[in-house]
Structures are given as structure tokens and as C-alpha cells.
């Protein structure tokens, strides 16, 4: 396989290379990620715990005085470079989050455990981390997840590159934000590596739930390779209506759009809770120690107990999580509840026998509202505002705005002085380069592409009216202006 440059010029490498990386990724789907062994064999486990670690820090204008000339730099630069204010002086914490399991792992396997971690780096903190010079950062990482006596402990996690929301991003945007991350891991950790990345954790836990959007969503994570996805407990439901009830087996992401196309993925469900106290207190260990093996399409199997969280973020994850991983990796290593990753846990089902088809159906959080009141087909495009239109009426507490971590957080609502420009951003650079045929290799269409993918990360929308807005809004500008074209 070809190696990529990790960055063309100055920008990071997102795109140009699609061949290769579609060449890595079909490489990969007929083979297994895991190597077999006796202390994470489904066949004796009575039940396994995952937990994946979600890193980010997005792009910011800020070195410099006037905000329209600033130059872009990674949000922990800015935090190092200002210790003296708000919260900054946990940069350096947060850059030892970003390193640390590159340690802890490679110490747990010398003295004979098995640790298992899932991690997931949004592109702006990959990008940011090398612009401001962490190299032994990526160096460690680099290290887990290449040599082959460490990378059956670590399972990497596609995500989008600029950390944009499934909800409220334009899906041809969002396929390349996924794109973009594929382009730029396997960049910096190899075509080989990318080729080993089966599952997709979504900005945000963001899953869309108006029906086109939805199903666009899956359909963009099945054509990128991606063979499962991490999902909200209440942002899903039954076909019936009803809250899912085996919340410790995967499941299929079945998602109809208006016209009655059909696009499904394997969901494995991440419970509710309160997600960094319950990862960085190792939660998912002491729940599945009190469950059982159950039926699954004819074969008894452990259950899974996945959980997830910011893998920096607040004081549990700083200071609480280093030691409680290390006390339950070295007390499940080697009995019958035995830490996992997600795909390992997978291809050990499929090697009894049960496929996809053979997992219980689930669908986005809302739809069987909408299929109670009308048929998908040839003309439910046209009639499809109308029933969502209906049935806000009817109901305040019903909306296509999708679900997330939390419920209390709209990506829309309120934020028009980011959207507008955002939006514009996103028509501009559809019109003059998607439409227009342009090559992904053009460096004017990798230009526009970083700004673009920069604008779309959510942090200019979750932490209120401000500085952040203020952010998102200015860059939403220099997408406009890198793509240009009126």
C-alpha cells in the first residue's frame, strides 16, 4: 500500500488520495481485526465490558489581536500559552489525557495483563496537536497502535474530522468530514492501521432522527467501511415505538428515508449516565460483574456493558481514571468478565454463527410517529414536512433535531448568527466545487475544504453566545472567502 504525506503544503492531508484509502479499506473488510485468546473468549466469558475515550479540541482564530486576522491554532495551544486564565491552567493535564494511554498500555501488557481501551481523535486535536509541536504525543500513539504486540489493545474510532453533529450538518458535508478523518489517520498512522478501524463513535453522540437525514447518515458510514456505530440509549427506540429492552447486545440501526430506501448498520447502545464519572470510576466493570450470559439468535453469549466518555474532560477523568484502569485491568485480566473492545467482541459472534440480520432492530428516537402517520414512497419527500409539521403541533416535545449526549443542548436552536454563515459556507463549497467536478488533489479545493470542515465544529455551538460564536462565525467567513466563486 502507498504511504500518504501527512501534510500537503500546510495543511493537513484530507483528501486527494481517495483510491488509496478506499484500496486500505476493502482490504480490510474480509479480514479479522483480533487475534484469538484465551482471556477474552466469549465461549467461557459470563460477560465483558468496553469503554471507548473521546478526545477533541477544535481550531480557533485566535493568535493575534483582531479576530479576522488571527491565525487558526488548536484551542490547548491557546490554553498553554494562557495558564492565567479561566480554567487553562488543566492544559497540560489535558495534553497528558491525550498521551497517557499510549503509556498505560504498553506497562499493563509487560506485566501480563490484558487492558483494552477504544479511542477516538477528532481531527482539529490531531492537527493541533502536531502544529504545536506534540510530537511524542502522536509518537506514543503512534507506537499502540502500530506494533503488533500492542494494537489488539487499542481499537481506534472513525469519527468526523472537524467534530461536526450528524443532526445539523449538510450530509454531503458530514460524508466528507468522514472522509477527511480517514485521510488524515491513515496519514499518520498508516494505511494498514486505517484498514483495522471497523467502528464509528458520531460527534456528540449526535444521531440524526428526521428520516433523510438518518438515513444518509448510515448510508455515508457504510460506503466509508464503517461496520458498526456507538449510539445514545435514548436516542434510539423499537420499530414499536417502545424503549429497547437488551441494551447489552448490539443491535441493527435500521433507518427508511421518505421515499422508502432502506440503510442499516450494526448499533452497539452506550448507556445512559453520567459519562465521565462513570468511565473514569471503571462503572462498566462492576455492572457487567452483576450480569449474565442470555440468548441470542439461538447461542448463549456474555453480555456488554459499553460506555464512553470525554477522555480529558473534568477532574474524574484527570485525576480519578489512571489508577481505577489500572486496578480493574489487572483484577478482570484473566477471569470470566474480561475488558473487550467493541469489534473484538463482534467478531467472536459472528464466529458462532450469528450475523447482522440475526440482531434485533432499532431505529432513531421519534420515528415511529412519523411511519404511524404516513407511508414512505415516491412522494413522501413532498409529504414528509407536512407530518413533521403536524406532529410538532400536536406536540411541542417532538422534533427531527436529533438526540446526544444530553437532551438539554439543541445544535440548532438559537445559533442563526453561526448557522447562517455556516450554512452559506456549505452551499458555496457545494456549487463551486462538488457540483462543479472539481479534483480533490486542486489545492485550492483542500483549502476550502479545512476551512469549511473547521467552521462546522460544534464547540461554536454548545458553549453559548460569545467568543465562541463569535469564532464560528469568523471562520465560517474564511471558508467562504478560501472558496471563493462570488
Not at 419527500?381 to 403536524?390: D, E, S, T, Y
Request: proline content about 5%; overall charge negative.
Amino acid at each position: 500500500m502507498w504511504t500518504l504525506p501527512e501534510y500537503v503544503g500546510d495543511l493537513p492531508n484530507l483528501c486527494g488520495r481517495e483510491a488509496e484509502i478506499q484500496e486500505a479499506i476493502d482490504a480490510g473488510r474480509g479480514r479479522t481485526v483480533y487475534s484469538r485468546n484465551d482471556a477474552t473468549d466469549l465461549r467461557t466469558a459470563r460477560s465483558v465490558f468496553a469503554i471507548g475515550l473521546h478526545m477533541h479540541q477544535p481550531l480557533i482564530p485566535a493568535d493575534g489581536h483582531d479576530l479576522r486576522d488571527a491565525r487558526i491554532i488548536s484551542n490547548l495551544q491557546w490554553m498553554m500559552e494562557h495558564q492565567d486564565i479561566h480554567d487553562n491552567h488543566n492544559a497540560p493535564a489535558f495534553r497528558w489525557c491525550y498521551q497517557r494511554m499510549g503509556d498505560f498500555i504498553p506497562q499493563l501488557l509487560a506485566e501480563g495483563y490484558h487492558p483494552r481501551a477504544m479511542l477516538e481523535y477528532s481531527g482539529t486535536l490531531l492537527h493541533g496537536l502536531r502544529a504545536m509541536g506534540a510530537d511524542d504525543v502522536i509518537d506514543v500513539l503512534r507506537a499502540v497502535t502500530c506494533e503488533p504486540k500492542n494494537r489488539d489493545a487499542v481499537e481506534w474510532l472513525g469519527c468526523t474530522w472537524g467534530h461536526a453533529v450528524a443532526p445539523s450538518t449538510p450530509v454531503q458535508d458530514y460524508r466528507l468530514h468522514v472522509r477527511a478523518w480517514q485521510h488524515h489517520f491513515a496519514a499518520i498512522f498508516g494505511l494498514e492501521a486505517l484498514s483495522r478501524v471497523r467502528g464509528f463513535f458520531p460527534a456528540e453522540m449526535a444521531l440524526p432522527n428526521h428520516p433523510d437525514v438518518a438515513y444518509e447518515f448510515v448510508t455515508t458510514l457504510n460506503d466509508c467501511g464503517y461496520q458498526w456505530v456507538m449510539v445514545q440509549e435514548h436516542t434510539v427506540e423499537l420499530p414499536s415505538g417502545h424503549s429497547i429492552e437488551q441494551r447489552h447486545l448490539p443491535h441493527r440501526l435500521v433507518c427508511t428515508n421518505s421515499r422508502g430506501e432502506t440503510a442499516e448498520i450494526i448499533a452497539i447502545i452506550k448507556t445512559q449516565g453520567s459519562d465521565n464519572k462513570l468511565v473514569a470510576q471503571m462503572q462498566p466493570y462492576y455492572e457487567a460483574k452483576g450480569l449474565a450470559r442470555t440468548q441470542l439468535a439461538g447461542h448463549e453469549v456474555p453480555q456488554l456493558v459499553t460506555q464512553a466518555a470525554d477522555g480529558e474532560n473534568g477532574g474524574v477523568m484527570m485525576n480519578e481514571f489512571p489508577a481505577k484502569y489500572h486496578e480493574v485491568v489487572r483484577e478482570c485480566s484473566g477471569t470470566d468478565t474480561p475488558i473487550v473492545n467493541v469489534t473484538e467482541y463482534l467478531e467472536q459472534l459472528f464466529d458462532l454463527g450469528i450475523g447482522p440480520a440475526d440482531l434485533p432492530a432499532v431505529q432513531p428516537v421519534g420515528q415511529h410517529r412519523i411511519w404511524e402517520t404516513m407511508k414512505p414512497g415516491k412522494t413522501g419527500a413532498k409529504r414528509l414536512p407536512n407530518v413533521i409539521a403536524k406532529l410538532r403541533a400536536a406536540d411541542d416535545r417532538f422534533h427531527v433535531d436529533g438526540g446526544s449526549w444530553t437532551n438539554d443542548i439543541s445544535w440548532v436552536r438559537g445559533y442563526d448568527n453561526v448557522m447562517v454563515p455556516m450554512e452559506r459556507a456549505s452551499a458555496r463549497f457545494s456549487q463551486a466545487m462538488l457540483a462543479a467536478g472539481s479534483s480533490t488533489d486542486d489545492p485550492r479545493y483542500r483549502d476550502a475544504l479545512f476551512h469549511l470542515l473547521t467552521a462546522e465544529t460544534s464547540c461554536y455551538r454548545y458553549w453559548g453566545q460569545g467568543v465562541w460564536t463569535d469564532y464560528g462565525a469568523e471562520l465560517a467567513r474564511r471558508a467562504t472567502d478560501a472558496i471563493g466563486g462570488g
